[in-house]
């Protein structure tokens, strides 16, 4: 500030010696709007070419512009390292605890026939039905360290859904009739020489009197006494589907001739307990990022099954709900995935999946189950609303930034000294000059120095006629009158008065001042 305030100065010094030279009166106007830094050189940029000396002046404005953002180099930090640490209560989490929270409800006898899912049985739906979304970000229920660049969480305990599938031929594939609940063919069910829309999914022949169609119809005497019940073994056992689809495609289409175009595979539902780790960056939205390292496949003992005491809530065997829950939670995930009224519902989901899946992962309709299955883990291990027990508390690590320490960047210091060092130079040496050439007299932009010299009577008698007119319209005047500034021409060889007048009618002040030195040295 101090040196563009110091180009103003000597720029408004500089422009009574300018016009002892002789000059356009609209340099007055201009000389005057560059001590105004940059706004006002951007007002006369145009006119600027009447002066050259102005040229360095406005080079200088511009470039003294570029030194604040330079400055802030000045100062360097060199200490940006970053401390992480686990510390409660402020950053606390709750997951659903599928080792010792129950998440499914029956009621007494409690037979595990009785069982039919999940308590909450929409989430595999909206599941399969965000498939397509292909993203892992969300609102959770955290409680967000305040001053942390991010809160991360890691081992979370998670619980996922695979499929193991095997292919299977159309003539031979055996189903459950969903309307008879009877074992059927495909061939036999939809038909050899009609056209069907698939994907379709069924359950398959191992699941004959296992459907949540039967489960729907069995009834229990509420006052049966027994534990165990080894007659239920055959209601009991692995989740298995057929899927129908065109070549594999998770898209919709219609197959003429289901003979020779369908693709057919035998899929099993499989659990397991992996780990996940989600991370906060200051959104307030957090992304998990599980994962399928050391995962261990949840082994269902369908004997232990059988006995409603293991079944009951007060069971407290260590990691006791595991098994039963990832059971239960199959039972609802298959029968999203079966029940007849969800054929459209699978075919449109499908579709959307199949359109915004990446391009390195096979669009097969499998994976769309998948990426289901997944879209449904996430859920019900983070965002599903509890109940009654509380959720597993977790502890996030948070990181925080350490104190930034600075330093005195010294060569970018020289190089910020340096580029002062010539607008500095220029305004000093310019203001000198124009001291030296006024006699040490200062009238830099003093509106009353301009009015005490004035013009002469023929200079003002060319802006006769102006006096109510703007400053454009006097601007314009001015560029085509041309005016000397120096002392009125006396024929006595008095001072004369100083003023802008006529090349004939003054004389240079320097040229005054000599001619007084020399009588008195005489």
């Not at 957090?286 to 995962?295: C, F, R, S, V, Y």
């Not at 699978?346 to 309709?365: C, I, S, Y």
């Not at 830099?444 to 319209?473: D, E």
């Not at 320097?510 to 005489?522: I, P, S």
């Amino acid at each position: 500030m101090g040196i563009m305030g110091g180009i103003g100065y000597a720029i408004s010094e500089y422009k009574w010696v300018r016009f002892q030279n002789g000059g356009q009166l609209s340099l007055l106007d201009v000389y005057d709007a560059c001590t105004r830094d940059f706004g006002g050189v951007i007002r006369v940029l145009l006119s600027i070419r009447m002066d050259t000396i102005l040229i360095p002046a406005v080079i200088f404005q511009i470039g003294l512009i570029a030194l604040g953002p330079a400055a802030q180099e000045i100062l360097a930090d060199y200490n940006e390292t970053v401390t992480c640490y686990v510390e409660p209560p402020l950053r606390t989490f709750q997951v659903k605890d599928f080792h010792r929270e129950r998440w499914y409800l029956i009621p007494v006898p409690r037979r595990i026939a009785q069982l039919k899912g999940i308590k909450l049985d929409y989430i595999p739906q909206i599941g399969f039905g965000s498939a397509s979304s292909n993203t892992s970000r969300g609102f959770l229920t955290y409680r967000y360290g305040i001053g942390s660049i991010n809160v991360t969480w890691h081992d979370m305990p998670t619980m996922r859904t695979d499929i193991d599938c095997v292919t299977d031929s159309y003539a031979n594939a055996r189903i459950i009739d969903d309307q008879t609940l009877n074992v059927s063919t495909l061939r036999d069910y939809l038909g050899a020489d009609q056209p069907i829309d698939v994907p379709r999914i069924f359950y398959a022949e191992s699941m004959y009197n296992r459907t949540h169609y039967d489960r729907e119809r069995l009834v229990f005497d509420v006052l049966d006494t027994p534990n165990y019940h080894p007659e239920d073994r055959p209601l009991v056992g692995e989740q298995t589907v057929v899927i129908v689809t065109k070549g594999g495609q998770a898209i919709s289409s219609t197959l003429n001739n289901p003979e020779e175009e369908a693709t057919v595979e035998q899929c099993t539902l499989r659990s397991y307990v992996s780990n996940s780790t989600m991370t906060e960056s200051g959104t307030f939205t957090a992304e998990i990022h599980p994962t399928w390292e050391n995962k261990q496949l949840i082994e269902i003992n369908y004997d232990d099954l059988l006995n409603a005491t293991y079944m009951g809530p007060r069971h407290f065997a260590e990691d006791k709900r595991v098994m039963d829950n990832a059971y239960a939670y199959q039972l609802s995930l298959i029968a999203t995935m079966t029940d007849r009224n969800n054929t459209k519902f699978h075919q449109e989901a499908a579709d959307r999946w199949a359109l915004a899946v990446p391009d390195n992962v096979e669009n097969a309709f499998t994976n769309y189950i998948r990426d289901g299955f997944y879209r449904s883990d996430l859920l019900m291990t983070f965002y599903a609303p509890d109940e009654q027990i509380p959720s597993r508390i977790l502890l996030g690590e948070a990181c925080f930034a350490d104190d930034i320490t600075y330093d005195l960047n010294q060569s970018a210091y020289l190089g910020l000294s340096l580029a002062s060092i010539f607008p500095l130079s220029w305004w000093i040496v310019l203001w000198i000059i124009s001291l030296y050439q006024t006699n040490g007299i200062s009238r830099g932009n003093s509106q009353i120095a301009l009015m005490a010299t004035g013009l002469t009577h023929s200079v003002s008698h060319q802006f006769k006629g102006f006096s109510h007119t703007g400053q454009a319209q006097l601007f314009n005047r001015a560029s085509k009158v041309k005016a000397w500034f120096g002392e009125i021409r006396r024929s006595d060889g008095r001072r004369g008065h100083v003023a802008f007048s006529l090349e004939d009618e003054i004389q240079p002040l320097r040229v005054r001042n000599q001619h007084h030195d020399d009588e008195a040295a005489a």
